[in-house]
Protein backbone atom coordinates (compact mmCIF):
# COMPACT_ATOMS: atom_id res chain seq x y z
CA UNK A 1 0.00 0.00 0.00
CA UNK A 2 1.43 3.73 -0.98
CA UNK A 3 1.28 6.22 1.53
CA UNK A 4 -1.08 9.03 0.82
CA UNK A 5 0.29 11.42 -1.63
CA UNK A 6 1.91 14.98 -0.22
CA UNK A 7 1.47 16.70 -3.21
CA UNK A 8 -1.49 18.41 -1.72
CA UNK A 9 -1.27 20.67 1.40
CA UNK A 10 -2.19 19.00 4.60
CA UNK A 11 -5.67 20.23 5.00
CA UNK A 12 -6.59 19.42 1.36
CA UNK A 13 -7.34 15.90 -0.30
CA UNK A 14 -4.83 13.00 -0.22
CA UNK A 15 -5.34 9.49 -1.34
CA UNK A 16 -3.06 6.48 -1.65
CA UNK A 17 -4.06 3.59 -3.79
CA UNK A 18 -3.47 -0.60 -3.51
CA UNK A 19 -4.04 -2.89 -6.32
CA UNK A 20 -5.80 -6.20 -4.86
CA UNK A 21 -5.91 -8.32 -8.46
CA UNK A 22 -7.65 -6.81 -10.82
CA UNK A 23 -8.73 -4.06 -8.22
CA UNK A 24 -8.15 -0.91 -7.26
CA UNK A 25 -8.54 0.57 -4.07
CA UNK A 26 -8.06 4.06 -3.73
CA UNK A 27 -8.35 5.42 0.17
CA UNK A 28 -9.20 9.53 0.26
CA UNK A 29 -8.16 11.47 2.90
CA UNK A 30 -9.24 15.00 4.45
CA UNK A 31 -11.53 16.91 2.20
CA UNK A 32 -12.61 16.66 -1.54
CA UNK A 33 -13.03 20.35 -2.27
CA UNK A 34 -13.05 22.66 -4.97
CA UNK A 35 -9.03 22.76 -4.60
CA UNK A 36 -8.81 18.79 -4.13
CA UNK A 37 -11.34 18.74 -7.18
CA UNK A 38 -8.83 18.92 -10.00
CA UNK A 39 -6.62 16.84 -7.82
CA UNK A 40 -8.75 13.90 -7.41
CA UNK A 41 -9.82 14.28 -11.48
CA UNK A 42 -6.17 13.96 -12.30
CA UNK A 43 -5.60 11.00 -10.23
CA UNK A 44 -9.09 8.99 -10.64
CA UNK A 45 -7.88 9.32 -14.58
CA UNK A 46 -4.46 7.78 -13.81
CA UNK A 47 -6.30 5.07 -12.41
CA UNK A 48 -9.13 4.60 -15.07
CA UNK A 49 -6.78 4.49 -17.72
CA UNK A 50 -5.27 1.53 -16.04
CA UNK A 51 -8.53 -0.23 -17.22
CA UNK A 52 -9.14 -1.98 -13.47
CA UNK A 53 -12.26 -4.10 -13.71
CA UNK A 54 -13.23 -2.61 -10.11
CA UNK A 55 -12.17 0.77 -8.85
CA UNK A 56 -13.31 0.91 -4.85
CA UNK A 57 -13.33 4.53 -3.19
CA UNK A 58 -12.97 4.34 0.56
CA UNK A 59 -14.26 7.38 2.13
CA UNK A 60 -13.51 6.21 5.61
CA UNK A 61 -11.36 9.02 5.98
CA UNK A 62 -12.93 11.56 3.74
CA UNK A 63 -14.71 14.25 5.49
CA UNK A 64 -16.51 16.57 3.33
CA UNK A 65 -17.09 16.43 -0.50
CA UNK A 66 -17.94 19.33 -2.83
CA UNK A 67 -19.61 19.10 -6.38
CA UNK A 68 -16.81 18.84 -8.42
CA UNK A 69 -15.28 16.04 -6.82
CA UNK A 70 -18.56 14.21 -7.82
CA UNK A 71 -17.77 15.24 -10.95
CA UNK A 72 -14.14 13.56 -10.79
CA UNK A 73 -15.52 10.23 -9.23
CA UNK A 74 -18.07 10.52 -12.60
CA UNK A 75 -15.63 10.30 -14.93
CA UNK A 76 -13.67 7.98 -13.51
CA UNK A 77 -16.60 5.99 -13.85
CA UNK A 78 -17.26 6.82 -17.80
CA UNK A 79 -13.54 5.63 -18.56
CA UNK A 80 -13.65 2.62 -16.09
CA UNK A 81 -16.88 1.62 -17.60
CA UNK A 82 -15.55 2.24 -21.39
CA UNK A 83 -12.30 0.97 -21.57
CA UNK A 84 -13.41 -2.34 -19.96
CA UNK A 85 -16.56 -2.52 -18.32
CA UNK A 86 -15.55 -2.37 -14.80
CA UNK A 87 -17.30 -0.45 -12.22
CA UNK A 88 -16.43 2.24 -9.49
CA UNK A 89 -18.32 1.58 -5.75
CA UNK A 90 -18.20 2.95 -2.53
CA UNK A 91 -16.66 1.91 0.88
CA UNK A 92 -17.43 3.40 4.05
CA UNK A 93 -18.67 6.99 3.64
CA UNK A 94 -20.17 9.21 6.55
CA UNK A 95 -23.22 10.06 6.58
CA UNK A 96 -22.78 13.60 5.36
CA UNK A 97 -21.42 11.39 2.68
CA UNK A 98 -23.43 9.09 2.07
CA UNK A 99 -26.40 11.76 2.16
CA UNK A 100 -24.87 13.45 -0.96
CA UNK A 101 -25.01 10.47 -2.81
CA UNK A 102 -28.59 9.36 -1.87
CA UNK A 103 -30.24 12.85 -2.36
CA UNK A 104 -28.41 13.25 -6.02
CA UNK A 105 -29.15 9.54 -6.42
CA UNK A 106 -25.78 8.86 -7.48
CA UNK A 107 -26.51 5.64 -5.12
CA UNK A 108 -27.87 4.20 -7.97
CA UNK A 109 -25.21 4.18 -10.09
CA UNK A 110 -22.76 3.64 -7.18
CA UNK A 111 -23.25 0.29 -5.08
CA UNK A 112 -22.03 1.55 -1.11
CA UNK A 113 -20.54 -0.82 1.04
CA UNK A 114 -20.06 -0.86 4.98
CA UNK A 115 -16.32 -2.19 4.53
CA UNK A 116 -13.68 -2.41 1.10
CA UNK A 117 -13.70 -6.30 1.79
CA UNK A 118 -17.54 -6.11 1.44
CA UNK A 119 -16.58 -4.05 -2.23
CA UNK A 120 -14.33 -6.62 -3.13
CA UNK A 121 -16.31 -10.03 -2.53
CA UNK A 122 -19.71 -8.53 -4.00
CA UNK A 123 -17.78 -7.42 -7.10
CA UNK A 124 -15.75 -10.75 -7.65
Request: with cysteine.
Given at each position: MNEPSNSQPSNM???????VGRSVVVRLYGSAGMEGAEFLKLRLREIALSAPALVVLDMDRLDFLYSEAL????SCHVVVSR???????LANPKPRV???????????????????EQALQAEA
Open positions: LKLDEEREAILRGGGRVCRELFETTRLNLLFPIFSSV
